[in-house]
Each structure stands twice: as structure tokens, then as C-alpha cells.
């Protein structure tokens, strides 16, 4: 089946401190793959994506790699700032064609950037 | 920038009442989803809805769930008799097309005593 693993949380950092959040998935296909954060009272927003292998998403500062052969879309970002305090959730999309296409999500990662 | 909206923002219930969860996609959208989050566990689907129908439902959406699109505007969910399982944060979502980014709301937080 298709699942989505991701790295226990809460993650806590100081600011300016390298950023890695390890993602790996299990899919029949060739799934798209997501990053999702969600922010103190607010909704799940699209933080990035990749649809194929060895693609890179980036958006924000924030980078994920789509590795085929490790089965992995883990987030990175070079230096952390207080205001990216928020869950990250991996997610995966296999896309049938004609099919609903849902999202399978992993269980969230807390991120805490302290000053 | 259009957004989805939801309505409750937290919802309180007692065990074996009606429940509506209301949902407002985002204008263009075609497709419509619910999601729900138990606390502490995976973000999970529960039904799709495209065209007037439900196209894909899980394992968990049993007969004690309905969802409806009463007019143009909104997307709701029912559950017909709360159990205290069913306390969860509950996000409604809508694409364009299916291949499209899904947009999010902010949740409903379901609390079943």
C-alpha cells in the first residue's frame, strides 16, 4: 500500500541553524510528493512539491529532493528563523488517471526555532 | 488570494448527537475533499466529491457519514450520531482538478464528550 513515514518531532533549533526533516514513502507507481506546513491556527498550506524522480522542489528557502531510489523527500533548509515555527507533513499523491487522486499524509513534525 | 474557509472553528458535542461541518472551497474549485486529524496521529482522507458525487471514500467514512453540497457555495459534512472517537480536527480541502494542489482550510476541531 501507500504510506508516508516522517521523522518524530518536535524538532527544536536555534535560529540560523541548518533545518533537515527526513520523509521516506512507500507507493505503487510513481507518486507525487509533497510538503505541507501549517502554522499556529491556520489551514494546511503547500510549501512545495516534486512529481518525479530526482526532481527539487523550493519554495521559502526550503529544498526537497524526490530520491527514487532511497524512497525519500526530506526538507531541508540552510538557516532557520523564528517565523518558520510551525508542523511540516510529508504527504504523497499516486496519480490515477481519472481517480480522485487523495493526499496520504505522514503524521507531522513540529518545528520550534527558538531566538 | 482565495482561501477555504470552515465553519465552526471548534465544535463541542455530546456522544450520539447530529453533527454539520461546513466548508466553503475556494470559488473555481471542482473537487472537494475531507480530511481528518486525530490528535496525535495521521492527517487522514475521507472522502472525495466531484460533479454532485462522492468519487472516492475510505474505510472510515461508514453510513454515519454523509457529505453534500447544499448550494453553490458549500460543502458539508454530517456525522448522523457522534461516537467519542470521532474527536478530531476535521479539514475540508478543494482543487481545480484532481492533479491540482489541494488548498486547505483551517479545520474544525471536533470534541465529542
Known amino acids: 500500500g501507500n504510506s508516508v513515514t516522517q521523522m518524530e518531532g518536535p524538532v527544536t533549533l536555534s535560529e540560523e541553524a541548518f533545518l533537515t526533516i527526513n520523509c521516506t514513502y512507500t507507493?505503487?507507481?510513481?507518486?507525487?510528493l509533497f510538503w505541507y506546513v501549517q502554522y499556529p491556527g491556520e489551514g494546511l498550506q503547500l510549501l512545495l512539491k516534486a512529481t518525479k524522480a530526482d526532481d527539487k522542489g523550493s519554495n521559502k528557502g526550503f529544498e526537497a529532493t524526490y530520491r527514487k531510489e532511497t524512497t525519500s523527500f526530506h526538507l531541508e533548509k540552510g538557516s532557520v528563523q523564528v517565523s518558520d515555527s510551525a508542523v511540516y507533513f510529508c504527504?504523497?499523491?499516486?496519480?490515477?488517471?481519472?481517480?480522485?487522486?487523495?493526499?496520504?499524509f505522514g503524521t507531522g513534525t513540529l518545528l520550534a526555532v527558538q531566538p | 488570494e482565495p482561501e477555504v474557509t470552515q465553519t465552526p472553528s471548534h465544535q463541542v458535542t455530546q456522544m450520539g448527537q447530529e453533527v454539520i461541518l461546513r466548508c466553503v472551497p475556494i470559488s473555481n474549485h471542482l473537487y472537494f475533499y475531507w480530511y481528518r486529524q486525530i490528535l496525535g496521529q495521521k492527517v487522514e482522507f475521507l472522502v472525495s466529491f466531484y460533479n454532485n458525487e462522492i468519487s472516492e471514500k475510505s474505510e472510515i467514512f461508514d453510513d454515519q457519514f454523509s457529505v453534500e453540497r447544499p448550494d453553490g457555495s458549500n460543502f458539508t459534512l454530517k456525522i448522523r450520531s457522534t461516537k467519542l472517537e470521532d474527536s478530531a480536527m476535521y479539514f475540508c480541502?478543494?482543487?481545480?482538478?484532481?492533479?491540482?494542489?489541494?488548498?486547505f482550510g483551517p479545520g474544525t476541531r471536533l470534541t465529542v464528550t
Open positions: 507507493a505503487t507507481g510513481y507518486p507525487s
Open positions: 480541502a478543494s482543487s481545480v482538478l484532481t492533479v491540482y494542489e489541494q488548498y
Open positions: 504527504a504523497l499523491r499516486v496519480d490515477y488517471g481519472g481517480a480522485t487522486n487523495k493526499l496520504i
